[in-house]
């Protein structure tokens, strides 16, 4: 016992080192695993609280372009409101499938990080507001991320600058399906995988979000196609889409509730069990 | 010893919110930022009591995860800077370091500019092999740690001369 004792009190801190070590590692392995929310996360009463000071004052250094935005989404929409013509090519948010007028919130960026491989926003709006976890994040140019963690007043949002995230997509003119990863390399591209070589695509084709998603309703903008790679080895294309949004400089996001998602969700459960 | 605490407290809020308000939104070239908040442990006491160190780096660095959602890669970078720290001051200012009164915050020898330089390359590069947590990335992560070294020392030296005690 007494050999025991001195052990520890002779190797204190090599023990307080290996206990620390083994905490914060198993904080990190956690953190890259799949479809785990994170321990240690920005939805937070303390980050939260700091972030939204600090973007008080970046916003207001921001004003402009937050102007210039708001003044061209203005635009886009007066010109629906004037030329019914347009309402075939671009859709309302409001006249998207599976999403009502009141199932969208309206939220803020207050962080927004771009510069790793693992990239999250906060917003300040959460359980409160009645975000949950799941929920899609658009603004007024495509998309932005999913909701991953939320607190009282405040969410995390995996941006589509993730590793992890992972949306289904599609050519918005043909309907074939693929999945959208980011390859950590440009803020402005993501990569369109896993898209059958039967389809017809050339560059600048549109991509929207899918219906397979029960996230995102069918036909949120995401970017254009900026370069075709052809696999040999697979009959899959793999492409890289220029985003709409600049992922670097985002204000206000608006989240989506989308009402279908549980009854989706509960249908290819039952599907399952049976 | 009172005077020393105290310090090491300022030293630990200032750094951390300086990182946290000013270094974070740093982005050279979108995406070497730097990350002078290691200046705590790297300017903590010599013979300052060790266990105390590893506790408020962990703290630390379970802080800076808290605000940049990395999970606990900082604070496993940091605890491993703190505990490697010993072995480093041998290294740099040969074994007897712990009789000579080493302070970090004087002239710049090559010495200091030795240990300062290990320390950051020791806690960038554990930083963000975690942070990418894929061997498919090495090249880029190894790039990042190159550039992100750079601009941490060079922002850690101009911090340092800056709040150098002028006595004369």
């Not at chain 1, 019914?84 to 990080?113: R, W």
């Not at chain 1, 409160?128 to 991953?148: A, Q, R, T, W």
């Not at chain 1, 009959?235 to 998602?261: Q, R």
């Not at chain 2, 498919?136 to 190894?142: A, G, P, Q």
Request: charged share 15%.
């Amino acid at each position: 016992m007494q050999q025991i004792f001195n052990f520890i009190f002779k190797n204190s801190n090599r023990l307080l080192f290996l206990l620390l070590l083994g905490i914060s590692l198993s904080l990190t392995i956690q953190s890259h695993s799949f479809h785990r929310s994170k321990i240690i996360s920005s939805a937070n009463f303390l980050s939260g609280g700091v972030y939204e000071k600090i973007n008080n004052v970046n916003e207001y250094l921001n004003l402009k372009a937050q102007n210039d935005a708001l003044a061209q989404e203005n635009a886009t929409l007066k010109s629906l409101l004037f030329n019914k013509k347009d309402t075939a090519n671009v859709k309302l948010m409001d006249s998207l499938k599976g999403v009502k007028p009141g199932d969208i919130l309206v939220s803020k960026v207050i962080h927004n990080s771009y510069n790793v491989y693992e990239n999250y926003l906060t917003i300040n709006s959460g359980e409160l507001d009645g975000v949950k976890p799941d929920m899609g994040v658009i603004n007024s140019l495509g998309i932005v991320g999913i909701v991953e963690n939320t607190s009282k007043n405040y969410a995390t949002v995996i941006s589509i600058l993730n590793k992890r995230s992972q949306i289904n997509a599609k050519i918005k003119k043909s309907n074939h399906f693929g999945s959208l990863n980011w390859n950590g390399k440009s803020t402005g591209f993501v990569q369109l995988t896993d898209l059958p070589r039967l389809a017809m695509i050339k560059i600048g084709d549109t991509i929207v979000t899918g219906g397979q998603s029960v996230i995102f309703p069918e036909n949120i903008n995401i970017g254009t196609i900026s370069k075709i790679y052809r696999d040999t080895q697979t009959n899959f294309y793999t492409l890289d889409v220029k985003l709409f949004n600049d992922m670097t400089n985002i204000g206000h996001v608006y989240i989506i509730k989308s009402k279908d998602k549980e009854e989706i969700t509960n249908l290819e459960k039952r599907e399952k069990d049976e | 010893m009172n005077s020393t605490l105290f310090v090491n407290t300022f030293r630990f809020i200032l750094l951390l919110a300086l990182q946290i308000i000013v270094f974070n939104n740093m982005n050279l070239l979108g995406y070497v930022s730097p990350f002078p908040y290691v200046l705590f442990i790297i300017l903590y006491p010599v013979n300052g009591n060790k266990s105390a160190l590893l506790a408020s780096s962990f703290l630390l660095g379970i802080i800076m995860d808290l605000f940049s959602n990395s999970g606990g890669t900082h604070a496993t970078a940091c605890i491993l800077l703190a505990y490697v720290r010993p072995t480093l001051f041998k290294f740099a200012f040969g074994l007897s370091y712990e009789y000579q009164t080493i302070k970090l915050n004087e002239v710049l020898t090559p010495q200091r500019f030795t240990f300062i330089l290990l320390s950051v390359v020791i806690h960038h590069f554990t930083l963000f092999l975690l942070e990418a947590f894929q061997l498919s990335f090495i090249l880029d992560t190894l790039l990042t740690v190159l550039l992100s070294t750079i601009f941490t020392i060079i922002i850690c030296i101009i911090i340092i001369y800056l709040i150098k005690p002028n006595k004369r």
